[in-house]
């Protein structure tokens, strides 16, 4: 005994009574369990870093699509003003109207804009029939008149196109 009444190594007889190989073995299952929850930890902040990214482009495509969604009507209006000008023959008005329009269908299109196509059979993933019709000649189930364009972003259908099917 010391002059403080403690011996020297007090407090360490339950370490040195665990042999060394327990201890080894206990600090390297510690030591693995600790790796482990790292691991885990990292695997779930890259699933998460990885659902940010598709969510924000995600939220991206859904922006773009409202937008566009919008200015679908400005694009049907114009259509029917160079039927119009054609019509009556206002050159002027068609050669203006004509660029707007161009212009417009350019900037949807640079968008990933592009019309749904009505030559052949009706889709219903695509088209949206708003009356059946007997056409002599006319295939049954097929397309014979467009009555309102239909359009796709990307791959989505923003807006089916409204047609007259052969019955």
Do not use: C, W
């Amino acid at each position: 005994m010391t002059e403080h009444g403690l011996e020297p190594n007090a407090g360490t007889d339950s370490e040195e009574s665990v042999p060394a190989d327990d201890r080894i073995a206990e600090l390297e299952r510690e030591r693995d369990e600790y790796l482990d929850s790292l691991q885990r930890l990292k695997a779930e902040f890259d699933n998460f870093r990885k659902r940010t990214v598709n969510e924000r482009a995600a939220q991206s495509a859904r922006a773009g699509e409202s937008l566009v969604k919008e200015l679908l009507p400005v694009l049907d209006d114009l259509e029917r003003a160079l039927v119009a000008a054609e019509e009556h023959e206002e050159a002027k008005l068609e050669d203006g109207v004509r660029l707007v329009h161009r212009a417009l269908a350019d900037v949807l299109a640079r968008t990933g804009l592009a019309e749904i196509e009505t030559d052949g059979a009706f889709d219903p993933h695509v088209h949206e029939a708003l009356l059946a019709q007997p056409v002599e000649g006319a295939e049954p189930g097929s397309i014979v008149q467009v009555l309102q364009k239909g359009y796709r972003l990307g791959d989505r259908v923003l807006r089916p196109a409204r047609v007259v099917v052969a019955e």
